[in-house]
Structure formats: C-alpha cells, structure tokens
C-alpha cells in the first residue's frame, strides 16, 4: 500500500494512488465516475459555454481540444477528473487541481466544478464535490482550497453546505467583461 492510500499524503516522488481500487459512485440517476479521455468533447463543451458569458471562470478565451487534452495529462492520479453522467450524457464534470506548484504546497488543493447550463440545481454540484472531497482525503491532502469569484452566490452556498468556511477576500483582482471582480477564498480541511 502507498502512503497516499494509507492515509499519509502523496508519496515524496510525487507518485499517489487511489489503490483501494475506488471505482464509480452513484446516486439516484446521476452516476460519478473517473474522466477518461473519450470525456474531454464534453468536459471542454461544458466549460467553454461559461468562458465568454460568466465569472465562473477567468478565462477569456475557449479552451482548445489540444488544451485540453493538456490540462487532462496533467491531473493523474493525485489530481482526478470525474464527470457526472446520467443517461450516457455528461451533465458536470470536476477536478481536484495542485494550488501551487513549489513543493511545500504539494498537500492543499483546490476544487474546479461545472455543471451543463440546463443541469443546474438538480444536485449535480453536491455530488461531484463530496467526492472529491473524499478523494482529495484519501489520497492524504491535508485540505482543499476554492477560490469562486464573489458574485457566484450557488457556488459559495455549495461550499458552505459541504464544510468549507470563508479565508480570504481578495478585492479586484479579475477584470472580466468590463469589469473588476472580487474573488473569495474558502477553505476546508480534511480527515485524517
């Protein structure tokens, strides 16, 4: 057993894995799964709908397939991507992502969730990040930033539900759509 699967943290070498074998989740209809490749049409859809109409996201511009595709060999095991699928269709998707990248920060993560535009307050969002929650915890990190721009009301409530509390108000630094936008800190610390 690895240290991250026992609990401890991601091995030194950068190497963690989830050898418990955890597989899929499912609640009700909606079934939570590992991302794969064959995903990344539908994480990229999902995503590019929000880049020129909200502050969801920073990004200005649409992430290419090629991006993409970056973005995905990048995460592996210490960082997964899930999607929320239902009816063969991915309504979400989300992703536990490295908050930095010197060493010392290797235990604190951040959170990235999106939901399909017409999926909305169905419950997509709770599940997607209650896993990861968990998966961030059991593969030993030690807690689980997210950083949500301050007029994004749904996602700071979801983060209040599941635990996470308010750390940090960092005053105009986005500029989006002609204009400045506040960006708030939340935090939550996992189980040992």
């Known amino acids: 057993m690895t240290r991250a ?22 609640r009700g209809d909606v079934r939570i799964r590992l991302a794969t490749p064959e995903d990344l ?6 995503y590019n709908d929000y880049v020129p109409r909200s502050t969801c996201t920073f990004q200005t511009e ?4 090629e991006g993409r595709r970056r973005w995905f060999d990048a995460h592996g095991t210490d960082h997964p991507v ?3 699928e239902r009816g063969g269709e991915i309504v979400g998707w989300g992703s536990i992502n490295p908050f930095k990248p010197r060493r010392a920060y290797r235990m604190t993560v951040d959170d990235s969730i999106y939901i399909r535009h017409d999926c909305h307050r169905q419950g997509i969002g709770r599940l997607l990040l209650s896993d990861l929650i968990e998966r961030a915890a059991s593969l030993g990190y030690h807690t689980m930033l997210a950083g949500i ?42 189980a040992r």
């Not at 699967?5 to 955890?22: F, I, K, M, N, Q």
């Not at 049409?41 to 999902?46: D, M």
């Not at 635990?163 to 204009?179: I, N, P, T, Y």
Request: overall charge neutral; aromatic content about 6%; charged content about 25%.
């Open 62 to 65: 649409p992430e290419t397939p």
């Open 149 to 190: 721009a301050a007029d994004q009301p749904a996602s700071i409530v979801l983060r209040q539900r599941l635990g996470f509390v308010q750390c940090a108000h960092l005053r105009e630094v986005g500029f989006k759509s002609g204009r400045w936008i506040d960006v708030l800190y939340f935090q939550r610390m996992l």
């Open 5 to 26: 699967a026992a609990g401890h943290g991601p091995l030194p070498d950068g190497r963690g894995s989830d050898e418990r074998g955890r597989g899929d989740n499912q």
């Open 41 to 46: 049409g539908a994480i990229n859809e999902i």
């Open 82 to 84: 899930l999607v929320a």
